[in-house]
């Protein structure tokens, strides 16, 4: 709103109103009295309300997201643009604007006698004109006060609009415009005039309903309030002291609007409802009148796929299938936007079946399914993991010792060191010689127990760093053995050989209830105690767990136990005490302290790096964009370095039991196929196994990871490289033959038989890229191992699913307990299965045969163990 005078135009019937404002006053001729003194004071103002207006309105325009992209408003997932007038969307503030502008006409026709009716004036509000109160946010000063609120309003318009719905804002709207003109009839004597009242009105709307719904928005609330305060501050700095704004118009405008939108909604609920599944948004806006009706909670998943966003990737699926990546390969450009460094990693997608239009379109889609949102979810607690009620906060694992990451308004960072603290120290007093057996000798030989995620990645871990010098040296005189399955063969492999004496024993289970990991605990204990008697329990196992209760039931002193919490997934417990204990006892705490940091790096990298730079969400749109726009449903992961020999297991459970999905994350049925086949093996040895299908049978994209310095190198006289080169020449050669391929005409022109051409033909334009670390040691493969677990969490977002639970792998396990209660039964009464104990025909063929060809016989009561002769000696 401006004070009214800036207009020569506007002088004369300005003027003719004077009198009867003075009498209505009571003030005499033109300057008596307060009032007299602010007309004239007016009538020298010019319509400077244009800058508070435009800075609001760029926060509008270009601060706020598109709500309808985050799936809560709007239609279709696109939801109205700004821009675009005369979208159905939009209605209520195209209908503002041509009333504003037909207005304006109005007032330019009626040589200003429109005005003078309308105009906010004390004294003739006090007389009894209320229409005063409203009418002056559809009257204009002149074109320039028109056209900077015709364009404030047409940014923010469509943003209340399409998160309260047309009617809402149009209660909104008129709310505004009467706070204004109240706020500047209280506040200001001056007449005034201006829809800017109304627009701040808007920017409150604005405010107040992403406020009361961060819960739901989550860090995007946070931009858009920022932004808000941001232009407002601005627009105090800038227009503060500029006598020639109403302040008290826009303020009252802007109180207007949030009060309406606190009182009117929505206020966004999430819940469950009787009549329908999976979760919803209900309004609970304090006053019903207005409330919109439930909405499925989302995020966009079902809607993503309607999206522009994910239509433009659909269409933009047959572009890419025109180009060959032989041809792409040419383009210097496109090489460079297609690679990316961080942290000394560098990975090159150039050999993607993409082009930087199709990073764009990612982009753009990730935005649309909010990835960044729910980013700062995952990484601030939220409860991510909704059917178990979780936050997923691996990441707090391996947080500086001063983060504050919390869960429920706790501070989990002290908690996490507290147990790295009694981790440091319990390792280096075993590899100190301080802690030892039962028999007094220091402990050098671990066995961790465990299974799926309480395995993999340690495993990993183990295997990378066995052969990096210092981490070599760390290890000397020292052994580390996994024992996984619960197949008797595993025990004997793990434990054949072992002196019981120097042996201690790590439980690793989150649950602590795992059949496969207790029974081979218990067989182990069992083991310890035939040769060292029961006291050997409490020097030679402890236990990882956040079952601490069954820690202790189990015979392990909770002294000698290292908890972790329900926010650590399983698969992603490397971190955690789970990969901490078992790695220190080998390595010592302070290598793995360095691969802690090197996961921290990772986290932070991800955290706050733009998506368009971001390794970790590149690499998972990318997944995306492979396995559900171009139906690649596998991909190898080839590291050319042995010490990554057991990376793609871990990858595989990380990937393959997060994202394999068949609902989206309120349970409704995904209209696509999520999750990847994840497998792979270390080059050179791969090449010699699959490589024959991936070149020339199915496309699988591939991930090659390849190391600049080896760990160990071996350099022959008179060999060209060495052996480390060696490798790393097929690194490079395997991904460009996989893109160039190699047609029929060069094999022609190289003499090739006519018969045997089709069979040596490569078609090329296979996808791969290539991740290449300086060296592998225990901080860079922290690094690698957090890009992964980022990257997975990155496609689970974007397709919409729960990538932290594991429901799953749950139907197998309770069959397999009714498959032990019958067999047991079936043995001890030695008597076959048949259709009454509830199992299909070909189960009780299967079993009644397994039974009579099965040469296992029950301990007889009272007798030790019957351990096969692998485990006598
Ligand atoms: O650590 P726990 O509780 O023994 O579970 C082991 C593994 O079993 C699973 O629950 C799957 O069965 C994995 O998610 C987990 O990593």
Same mark, same amino acid.
């Given at each position: 709103?401006?004070?009214?005078?800036?207009?020569?135009?506007?002088?004369?019937? $300005?003027?003719? *109103?004077?009198?009867?404002?003075?009498?209505?006053? !009571? %003030? =005499? +001729?033109?300057?008596? /009295?307060?009032? &007299?003194?602010?007309?004239?004071?007016?009538?020298?103002?010019?319509?400077?309300?244009?800058?508070?207006?435009?800075?609001?309105?760029?926060?509008?325009?270009?601060? $706020?997201?598109? *709500?309808?992209?985050?799936?809560?408003?709007?239609? !279709? %997932? =696109? +939801?109205?643009?700004? /821009?675009?007038? &005369?979208?159905?969307?939009?209605?209520?503030?195209?209908?503002?604007?041509?009333?504003?502008?037909?207005?304006?006409?109005?007032?330019?026709?009626?040589?200003?006698?429109?005005?003078?009716?309308?105009?906010?004036?004390?004294?003739?509000?006090?007389? =009894?004109?209320?229409?005063?109160?409203?009418?002056?946010?559809?009257?204009?000063?002149?074109?320039?006060?028109?056209?900077?609120?015709?364009?404030?309003?047409?940014?923010?318009?469509?943003?209340?609009?399409?998160?309260?719905?047309?009617?809402?804002?149009?209660?909104?709207?008129?709310?505004?415009?009467?706070?204004?003109?109240?706020?500047?009839f209280y506040g200001s004597p001056n007449l005034s005039l201006g829809a800017?009242?109304?627009?701040?009105?808007?920017?409150?709307?604005?405010?107040?309903?992403?406020?009361?719904?961060?819960?739901?928005?989550?860090?995007?609330?946070d931009r858009v309030l920022g932004s808000l305060w941001q232009t407002l501050?601005?627009?105090?700095?800038?227009?503060?002291?500029?006598?020639?704004?109403?302040?008290?118009?826009?303020?009252?405008?802007?109180?207007?609007?949030?009060?309406?939108?606190?009182?009117?909604?929505?206020?966004?609920?999430?819940?469950?409802?009787?009549?329908?599944?999976?979760?919803?948004?209900?309004?609970?806006?304090?006053?019903?009148?207005?409330?919109?009706?439930?909405?499925?909670?989302?995020?966009?998943?079902?809607?993503?796929?309607?999206?522009?966003?994910?239509?433009?990737?659909?269409?933009?699926?047959?572009?890419?299938?025109?180009?060959?990546?032989?041809?792409?390969?040419?383009?210097?450009?496109?090489?460079?936007?297609?690679?990316?460094?961080?942290?000394?990693?560098?990975?090159?997608?150039?050999?993607?079946?993409?082009?930087?239009?199709?990073?764009?379109?990612?982009?753009?889609?990730?935005?649309?399914?909010?990835?960044?949102?729910?980013?700062?979810?995952?990484?601030?607690?939220?409860?991510?993991?909704?059917?178990?009620?979780?936050?997923?906060?691996?990441?707090?694992?391996?947080?500086?010792?001063?983060?504050?990451?919390?869960?429920?308004?706790?501070?989990?960072?002290?908690?996490?060191?507290?147990?790295?603290?009694?981790?440091?120290?319990?390792?280096?007093?075993?590899?100190?010689?301080?802690?030892?057996?039962?028999?007094?000798?220091?402990?050098?030989?671990?066995?961790?127990?465990?299974?799926?995620?309480?395995?993999?990645?340690?495993?990993?871990?183990?295997?990378?760093?066995?052969?990096?010098?210092?981490?070599?040296?760390?290890?000397?005189?020292?052994?580390?053995?996994?024992?996984?399955?619960?197949?008797?063969?595993?025990?004997?492999?793990?434990?054949?050989?072992?002196?019981?004496?120097?042996?201690?024993?790590?439980?690793?289970?989150?649950?602590?209830?795992?059949?496969?990991?207790?029974?081979?605990?218990?067989?182990?204990?069992?083991?310890?105690?035939?040769?060292?008697?029961?006291?050997?329990?409490?020097?030679?196992?402890?236990?990882?767990?956040?079952?601490?209760?069954?820690?202790?039931?189990?015979?392990?002193?909770?002294?000698?136990?290292?908890?972790?919490?329900?926010?650590?997934?399983?698969?992603?417990?490397?971190?955690?005490?789970?990969?901490?204990?078992?790695?220190?006892?080998?390595?010592?705490?302070?290598?793995?302290?360095?691969?802690?940091?090197?996961?921290?790096?990772?986290?932070?990298?991800?955290?706050?790096?733009?998506?368009?730079?971001?390794?970790?969400?590149?690499?998972?749109?990318?997944?995306?964009?492979?396995?559900?726009?171009?139906?690649?449903?596998?991909?190898?992961?080839?590291?050319?370095?042995?010490?990554?020999?057991?990376?793609?297991?871990?990858?595989?459970?990380?990937?393959?039991?997060?994202?394999?999905?068949?609902?989206?994350?309120?349970?409704?049925?995904?209209?696509?196929?999520?999750?990847?086949?994840?497998?792979?093996?270390?080059?050179?040895?791969?090449?010699?196994?699959?490589?024959?299908?991936?070149?020339?049978?199915?496309?699988?994209?591939?991930?090659?990871?390849?190391?600049?310095?080896?760990?160990?190198?071996?350099?022959?006289?008179?060999?060209?490289?060495?052996?480390?080169?060696?490798?790393?020449?097929?690194?490079?050669?395997?991904?460009?033959?996989?893109?160039?391929?190699?047609?029929?005409?060069?094999?022609?022109?190289?003499?090739?038989?006519?018969?045997?051409?089709?069979?040596?033909?490569f078609t090329g334009n296979r996808p791969s890229l290539s991740i290449l670390?300086?060296?592998?040691?225990?901080?860079?493969?922290?690094?690698?191992?957090?890009?992964?677990?980022?990257?997975?969490?990155?496609?689970?977002?974007?397709?919409?699913?729960?990538?932290?639970?594991?429901?799953?792998?749950?139907?197998?396990?309770?069959?397999?307990?009714?498959?032990?209660?019958?067999?047991?039964?079936?043995?001890?009464?030695?008597?076959?299965?048949?259709?009454?104990?509830?199992?299909?025909?070909?189960?009780?063929?299967?079993?009644?045969?397994?039974?009579?060809?099965?040469?296992?016989?029950?301990?007889?009561?009272?007798?030790?163990?019957?351990?096969?002769?692998?485990?006598?000696?």
């Open positions: 709103m401006i004070p009214l005078g800036g207009s020569r135009a506007l002088s004369r019937p $300005l003027a003719a *109103l004077r009198p009867c404002l003075a009498r209505l006053a !009571g %003030g =005499g +001729g033109s300057g008596g /009295g307060r009032r &007299g003194s602010a007309f004239r004071g007016f009538l020298g103002a010019s319509s400077g309300a244009a800058a508070a207006g435009l800075s609001l309105a760029a926060a509008g325009a270009g601060g $706020l997201p598109s *709500l309808a992209a985050a799936g809560y408003g709007g239609s !279709g %997932g =696109g +939801g109205p643009q700004p /821009g675009q007038f &005369g979208h159905p969307d939009r209605r209520v503030t195209d209908i503002l604007l041509v009333a504003n502008v037909l207005m304006f006409g109005l007032q330019s026709l009626t040589n200003n006698l429109v005005t003078v009716w309308g105009v906010k004036a004390n004294a003739l509000i006090h007389a =009894g004109q209320w229409w005063r109160l409203l009418t002056p946010a559809f009257l204009h000063g002149g074109l320039s006060h028109l056209l900077v609120n015709m364009y404030s309003l047409n940014n923010l318009g469509p943003v209340v609009e399409s998160t309260a719905g047309p009617r809402r804002m149009l209660v909104m709207y008129l709310v505004s415009a009467v706070a204004g003109t109240v706020a500047s800017s009242g109304a627009i701040f009105g808007m920017g409150g709307a604005i405010a107040m309903h992403f406020y009361l719904n961060r819960d739901i928005y989550g860090s995007r609330s501050l601005l627009n105090l700095v800038i227009n503060g002291a500029n006598p020639r704004i109403d302040h008290w118009g826009h303020m009252g405008g802007l109180a207007g609007g949030a009060l309406a939108a606190l009182l009117l909604g929505p206020r966004w609920k999430q819940t469950t409802l009787p009549t329908a599944r999976g979760r919803w948004l209900v309004d609970a806006a304090p006053v019903p009148w207005l409330r919109s009706s439930p909405k499925p909670l989302d995020g966009g998943r079902g809607r993503l796929r309607d999206s522009p966003q994910w239509r433009a990737l659909q269409e933009h699926v047959q572009a890419i299938k025109q180009t060959q990546l032989k041809d792409l390969l040419q383009e210097e450009a496109r090489t460079d936007g297609l690679i990316r460094e961080a942290g000394g990693l560098y990975m090159d997608f150039s050999r993607q079946n993409a082009t930087p239009d199709t990073l764009k379109l990612l982009l753009e889609l990730a935005e649309a399914a909010d990835l960044r949102g729910k980013v700062d979810a995952l990484f601030s607690g939220k409860h991510i993991n909704s059917t178990e009620d979780r936050a997923v906060l691996h990441p707090a694992l391996r947080a500086p010792r001063d983060a504050v990451i919390e869960d429920a308004g706790k501070n989990v960072v002290p908690e996490v060191w507290a147990v790295l603290d009694k981790i440091k120290a319990f390792t280096e007093r075993v590899r100190g010689g301080e802690w030892k057996g039962v028999t007094g000798k220091p402990l050098t030989n671990v066995v961790s127990i465990g299974i799926g995620g309480s395995a993999l990645g340690p495993l990993f871990v183990h295997t990378a760093l066995s052969t990096e010098p210092e981490a070599m040296s760390q290890a000397a005189g020292r052994s580390l053995v996994f024992l996984a399955n619960v197949d008797p063969v595993d025990a004997v492999r793990a434990l054949h050989g072992l002196d019981a004496e120097r042996t201690l024993v790590v439980i690793v289970s989150k649950t602590f209830t795992t059949a496969e990991t207790m029974l081979n605990a218990r067989t182990v204990r069992a083991w310890l105690t035939e040769r060292l008697g029961p006291e050997a329990v409490a020097k030679h196992m402890v236990a990882v767990s956040t079952n601490l209760k069954a820690v202790a039931e189990f015979g392990i002193d909770p002294e000698n136990a290292f908890g972790f919490w329900d926010w650590v997934g399983g698969r992603f417990s490397v971190s955690s005490a789970v990969g901490m204990v078992p790695l220190s006892l080998h390595y010592s705490f302070p290598v793995m302290e360095r691969f802690l940091q090197g996961m921290r790096a990772m986290d932070d990298h991800f955290r706050s790096a733009p998506l368009h730079d971001n390794l970790p969400a590149l690499l998972g749109l990318l997944n995306v964009w492979n396995s559900t726009f171009l139906g690649h449903s596998t991909t190898a992961i080839l590291p050319y370095q042995q010490a990554l020999q057991h990376f793609a297991p871990h990858i595989q459970q990380l990937s393959m039991e997060s994202n394999g999905k068949g609902v989206a994350i309120d349970g409704t049925r995904l209209p696509y196929e999520t999750g990847e086949i994840d497998f792979g093996e270390p080059g050179t040895n791969g090449q010699h196994s699959f490589y024959q299908l991936i070149h020339q049978g199915r496309v699988i994209p591939a991930e090659f990871i390849g190391v600049a310095r080896s760990q160990q190198d071996v350099y022959l006289q008179g060999e060209k490289v060495s052996s480390h080169e060696e490798l790393m020449c097929n690194f490079f050669a395997q991904p460009d033959a996989l893109a160039m391929g190699k047609d029929a005409a060069t094999l022609r022109a190289e003499g090739v038989p006519e018969h045997l051409v089709p069979h040596k033909t670390l300086p060296e592998l040691n225990a901080f860079t493969l922290g690094q690698l191992l957090s890009l992964y677990e980022h990257r997975i969490a990155t496609s689970g977002f974007v397709w919409g699913i729960n990538s932290f639970d594991q429901w799953g792998v749950e139907l197998g396990k309770v069959l397999a307990n009714k498959v032990r209660a019958k067999v047991q039964e079936a043995r001890s009464a030695n008597c076959p299965l048949s259709a009454a104990d509830g199992f299909c025909p070909s189960t009780v063929r299967l079993l009644n045969r397994f039974l009579q060809q099965g040469q296992t016989q029950a301990p007889a009561p009272g007798a030790g163990p019957s351990f096969p002769p692998g485990l006598k000696q």
